[in-house]
């Protein structure tokens, strides 16, 4: 679980995994912002990871999402 309050602009590009499909497999992604309520994630950007920020993000629940270390 992600805590929006903890945020920072610093995350912006973080990857991210996506654990909410009930067993499903689990997707990564990029931060590409928040509100008070969700982090918006993109998830597909025809693999230009260098330019996610141009790409949709989707509205994912922070208590789905785990902050992937390292990267």
Same mark, same amino acid.
């Given at each position: 679980?992600i #805590?929006? /309050?903890e945020? *920072? ?6 990857w991210?995994k996506?654990?909410?499909? %009930?067993g499903g497999?689990? !997707?990564?992604?990029?931060? /590409?912002?928040?509100? #008070? /309520?969700?982090? %918006?994630?993109v998830?597909?950007?025809? #693999?230009?990871?260098?330019? %996610? !920020? !141009?790409?949709t993000?989707?509205? *994912?629940?922070? !208590?789905? +999402?785990? +902050?992937?270390?390292?990267r």
């Open positions: 679980m #805590n929006i /309050k945020l *920072t602009k610093d995350h912006v590009g973080k991210v996506y654990t909410g499909n %009930f497999p689990i !997707e990564r992604g990029r931060i /590409k912002s928040w509100n #008070n /309520k969700f982090i %918006f994630v998830y597909k950007c025809a #693999n230009q990871w260098d330019r %996610f !920020e !141009e790409y993000g989707c509205a *994912t629940r922070p !208590e789905d +999402l785990i +902050l992937e270390r390292g």
